[in-house]
């Protein structure tokens, strides 16, 4: 397989990719609520840690972002997470670090 198409803009990778310009490889969380293609996920899972950096000590509104991210992790969509639940059955589990985007398919 040949890339076709890289961007530095990670959320525009899965709507090209449902637009029909093939697949993406994204994180999840480039991936929108009521996106219109199909999600899949890794096998084996990938999984990425997420870190956050700071020049010094965080003001009051970093640190309650921080401890947010510690608790709640990324945001995954509802149907996003639909999809990954559906295509770990055949795919072999679910991911929290990375998708592969495309377009709508059957299961869609």
Known sequence: MEPVMRTSVTTAAPQLAAAGLGIAVCPVSAVSDGFPGAVRPFSPRWIRQ???????????????????LRSHGVRV????RAQLA???????????????AGTPGPSS
């Open 77 to 80: 969509p509802r149907g996003v």
């Open 86 to 100: 559906e295509g770990g059955s055949s795919a072999g589990g679910s991911s929290a670090g990375g998708s592969s």
């Open 50 to 68: 997420l870190v956050a950096v700071t020049s010094g000590e965080p003001d009051p509104l970093v640190a309650r972002f921080i401890g947010n």
